[in-house]
């Protein structure tokens, strides 16, 4: 019987057994997929296209969950424009995402007016109807990272044990291929992270700065690069040991990086020497916030929790691309060498190429 025969019977074609073959295949070809790639854009795009072509439906939406804040946002969205839900979250047990959430177990809802779960806060900002909803949980090891709606799915035998089986085991595939992605990206995220401080490390300088000068299709924008080396901070390390001069270290590129702006970025160096990335600012619009971070310094307290109140300043360079230097190593060396010109000239002190 063809889909067509079968459409004007009144059968689905679910109920055909090489249906049901069809989702095992596409369980395999999905399995073999994400073992592909560890990169979360990939692996939802891999996902959404085999489900969607496998279960038509009016709707998709792919959350993910907050642990800290207990509440889902919209990482993926098909049929709707992303736009609309992107300030959108979700608490866990509300409605059919948060319940699901809320649970770690599937709903199958044909008549979402019959469900008292149902909310409908999505519908009301979009100007969507759901009518029906089939909801997945995305765990490991009964952890949930997120959820998977089908909304409206065409085919009602869908909401059948049967499918709903084969639909659980390809919410299975994605729950592992996204823990292997959060994985993967904590750990990459590591090896750009300063171990004392927690903020960037020599090596996303390098990676970040060459990025910034040498942009993919695009036009290099200016780069204000500031050195700054903490004065005589041998001192409070022999005073009071090296844990507690980490502990300083900490505190001092928190309150440097309270001071940046969102595309700024605040690289520990190494030892007590700190580099700052300013995008898009020329020199004089640096030494206007580097004059800001210096006068913040100097009214700062540093291990007050300890009862000590450490205070410090701080000699700072600044050189810029493409004015002082017309390369990364160049612009290094250039802000670095300023650095060294302030702690000559007095410490304390902000000197430009």
Known sequence: MSASEQRATGHSLSTNPSFYVQQLMTCVEIGKSLTSTFNMEEILVIVLKRLSKLIPAKNWSLLLLDPKAKE??????????????????IKMGEGIAGTVALTGEPLFV?????????????????????????CLPLKIQDVVLGVVEVINPKDPTLFQKRSMMVLSILADYLAIAIGNAMN??????????????????????????ERLLHPDGGQPQPVSLVFLDMDNFKQVVDAHGHLLGSKVLKEVAELLASQL?????????????????????????????????????LDAVFLLEEGLGVRLTASFGIANYPEDAGDKAGLLRLAD?????????????????
């Open 261 to 297: 702006r969102e595309e700024d970025r605040l690289v520990h160096y190494g030892g007590d020497e700190f580099v700052i990335l300013m995008p898009g600012l020329d020199k004089k619009a640096a030494l206007q916030k580097v004059v800001r971070l210096r006068e913040r310094l």
């Open 110 to 134: 044909k008549d979402v007016q019959e469900d008292p779960r149902f909310s409908g806060r999505v519908d009301h900002l979009t100007g969507f109807i759901t009518r029906s909803v089939i």
């Open 72 to 89: 889902l946002h919209f990482e993926v969205v098909v049929g709707l424009q992303k736009e609309a839900l992107a300030h959108v979250r």
């Open 337 to 353: 060498h300023s650095m060294f010109r302030s702690k000559e000239s007095g410490r304390d002190t902000i000197t430009m190429h």
């Open 184 to 209: 993967y990206k904590k750990i990459a995220a590591l090896t750009l992270t300063d171990t004392v401080t927690g903020f960037y490390n020599t090596r996303f300088l390098h990676q970040h700065l």
